[in-house]
């Protein structure tokens, strides 16, 4: 799989060709250099026929041959952003490069930069280099480390940005600072975090900033490092929340630009559309207004993954037969040394006034009443000698919606798993049901085990 530049052939494109042409050489994979030859639209700094646009590519890949480096040209006639899309060197590509100069300039009828539009276009990851880039072009000769910044939240794309830094770390250490843009008030809904709002004023513009919860940091962070993972190479990584509002893009510039990021990489949804408008492109906004190069990478192909047992289930408890038989069947799940949490969620009927609850639903048990709850819990716990294996977490809460408050413990304690026993015991009313059940089904992200009555 080749390490494809696509240049413009103008005066300035050859110090981007020069980068690719050393992230290629260390990947150990040959460069292909396409001149790109715009017909309709020609830039004034790029060549005027054909000839003079092969004159150009030979000049600028003559001296990227290396004894350790296979350099082949070709030239694309057309709009750039059509021929880049439809050349199968550029689909089947490790890497594709280009850079932000030397393009025609914007038209009033197409405002979209050409390398925006094959960044979105292509299906590979495509590295777009900027002036400021002779820092990459250092790195990539080992002059120097790499401060990489990565977009980090819970899709797919994100998943395959994280997999991308494994390969620019096999280039030279990179120092990587994972980003994850947060809303306070949309995780704390989430999580069912109930703690009160705190609001901090910056003067002399009175702004207020509402700033992360202890309780929902120490969570966000446990899932950034998650969804990381363990990075190879050499360099050191950083954890880095960034409570906002708004457009993820800015955040992500402004945490760039205050750390001074030489590389900004961010998963590439390729919407169009209909639903580009309605959902947003963090990608496009990165991209246009980035000061540092970025790399946009699509989507992975989903792989097949190997059944591995889950390291974390959680169990609600209504302390019926119902839940004895779904902690067995949690226990049995569940690997040598994971956790099983067992939850109590007590309904609150109108008749309850002594416990208001927050605008989240969800509240913990008041003190007496919550002793009592993990008393009861405890007994639930199995004492058998495998039990021990088995690492046990209790919790009681009180919610309106019992199966809004079991989605909100599963993503605070980041189970892999919720089993739940049904009962169709009448007139008990904390007891789970086939309604509960289903809820639950419909609503939690994490896969669901319900055992019925």
Same mark, same amino acid.
């Given at each position: 799989?080749?390490?494809?530049?696509?240049?413009?052939?103008?005066?300035?494109?050859?110090?981007?060709?020069?980068?690719?042409?050393?992230?290629?050489? !260390?990947?150990?994979?040959?460069? /292909?250099?396409?001149?790109?030859?715009?017909?309709?639209?020609?830039?004034?700094?790029?060549?005027?026929?054909?000839?003079?646009?092969?004159?150009?590519?030979?000049?600028?890949?003559?001296? #990227?041959?290396?004894?350790?480096?296979?350099?082949?040209?070709? #030239? #694309?006639?057309?709009?750039?952003?059509?021929?880049?899309?439809?050349?199968?060197?550029?689909r089947?590509?490790?890497?594709?490069?280009? &850079?932000?100069?030397g393009?025609?300039?914007?038209?009033?009828?197409?405002?979209?930069?050409?390398y925006?539009?094959?960044?979105?276009?292509?299906?590979?990851?495509?590295?777009?280099v900027?002036?400021?880039?002779?820092?990459?072009?250092?790195?990539?000769?080992?002059r120097?480390?790499l401060?990489?910044?990565?977009?980090?939240?819970?899709s797919?794309?994100?998943?395959?940005?994280?997999? /991308?830094?494994?390969?620019? !770390?096999?280039?030279?250490?990179?120092?990587?600072?994972a980003?994850?843009?947060? &809303?306070?008030?949309?995780?704390?809904? *989430?999580?069912?975090?109930?703690?009160p709002?705190?609001?901090?004023?910056?003067?002399?513009?009175?702004?207020?900033?509402?700033?992360?919860?202890?309780?929902?940091?120490?969570?966000?962070?446990?899932?950034? &490092?998650?969804?990381?993972?363990?990075?190879?190479?050499?360099?050191r990584l950083?954890?880095?929340?960034?409570?906002?509002?708004?457009?993820?893009?800015?955040?992500?510039l402004h945490?760039? @630009?205050?750390?001074?990021?030489?590389?900004?990489?961010?998963?590439?949804?390729?919407?169009?559309?209909?639903?580009?408008?309605?959902?947003?492109?963090?990608? +496009?906004?990165?991209?246009?207004?980035?000061?540092?190069?970025?790399?946009?990478?699509?989507?992975?192909?989903?792989?097949?993954?190997? &059944?591995?047992?889950?390291?974390?289930?959680?169990?609600?408890?209504?302390f019926?037969?119902?839940?004895?038989?779904?902690?067995?069947?949690?226990r049995? #799940?569940?690997?040598?040394?994971?956790?099983?949490?067992?939850? @109590?969620?007590?309904?609150?009927?109108?008749?309850d006034?002594a416990?208001?609850?927050?605008?989240?639903?969800v509240?913990?048990?008041?003190?007496?009443?919550?002793?009592?709850?993990?008393?009861?819990?405890?007994?639930?716990?199995?004492?058998?000698?495998?039990?021990?294996?088995?690492h046990?977490?209790?919790?009681?809460?009180?919610?309106?919606?019992? +199966?809004?408050?079991?989605?909100?413990?599963?993503?605070?304690?980041?189970?892999?798993?919720?089993?739940?026993?049904?009962?169709?015991?009448?007139?008990?009313?904390?007891?789970?049901?086939?309604?509960?059940?289903?809820?639950?089904?419909?609503?939690?992200? *994490?896969?669901?085990?319900?055992?019925?009555?």
């Amino acid at each position: 799989m080749p390490v494809v530049c696509a240049t413009n052939l103008s005066d300035t494109s050859d110090r981007f060709a020069q980068t690719a042409a050393v992230i290629a050489a !260390r990947l150990g994979e040959p460069l /292909w250099l396409l001149g790109v030859l715009d017909t309709e639209h020609p830039s004034p700094h790029g060549p005027r026929s054909r000839d003079e646009a092969l004159t150009r590519l030979s000049a600028e890949a003559d001296p #990227l041959r290396t004894p350790g480096l296979a350099v082949e040209t070709r #030239l #694309l006639e057309g709009p750039p952003g059509t021929v880049l899309a439809e050349e199968e060197l550029v689909r089947n590509a490790r890497l594709l490069v280009l &850079s932000t100069e030397g393009w025609a300039p914007v038209s009033a009828w197409r405002r979209t930069p050409v390398y925006e539009r094959v960044a979105q276009q292509a299906h590979v990851p495509v590295l777009v280099v900027r002036r400021q880039g002779d820092a990459l072009a250092d790195w990539a000769q080992g002059r120097r480390r790499l401060q990489v910044l990565v977009g980090i939240d819970d899709s797919r794309t994100s998943a395959a940005a994280v997999t /991308w830094l494994h390969e620019l !770390r096999r280039v030279g250490p990179c120092d990587v600072i994972a980003v994850s843009v947060c &809303s306070p008030v949309e995780e704390r809904e *989430r999580l069912g975090i109930h703690t009160p709002v705190h609001l901090e004023v910056l003067d002399p513009v009175v702004r207020r900033i509402e700033v992360l919860d202890p309780q929902v940091e120490r969570v966000l962070l446990r899932e950034l &490092s998650e969804r990381v993972g363990e990075l190879p190479g050499e360099g050191r990584l950083e954890l880095h929340l960034e409570p906002g509002f708004g457009r993820p893009a800015d955040h992500l510039l402004h945490v760039a @630009h205050a750390r001074g990021a030489d590389l900004v990489v961010v998963g590439n949804h390729q919407r169009g559309g209909l639903a580009r408008l309605w959902h947003g492109s963090v990608s +496009a906004g990165v991209l246009r207004h980035a000061e540092q190069s970025v790399a946009c990478v699509p989507p992975s192909q989903p792989m097949a993954q190997r &059944s591995v047992p889950p390291r974390a289930v959680l169990v609600p408890v209504d302390f019926s037969e119902a839940s004895a038989r779904a902690i067995s069947q949690a226990r049995s #799940l569940v690997r040598p040394g994971g956790r099983v949490h067992l939850l @109590h969620v007590h309904r609150r009927r109108p008749a309850d006034r002594a416990w208001v609850m927050d605008q989240y639903g969800v509240v913990p048990e008041p003190p007496r009443e919550q002793s009592a709850v993990l008393e009861r819990l405890k007994a639930f716990v199995p004492h058998e000698e495998n039990a021990t294996e088995v690492h046990w977490t209790l919790e009681g809460v009180t919610g309106d919606d019992v +199966a809004r408050a079991i989605c909100q413990a599963t993503e605070r304690e980041g189970v892999d798993l919720v089993c739940l026993g049904t009962s169709d015991a009448p007139g008990h009313a904390d007891v789970f049901n086939d309604s509960v059940a289903r809820a639950l089904v419909e609503r939690c992200r *994490r896969p669901v085990v319900v055992l019925h009555a």
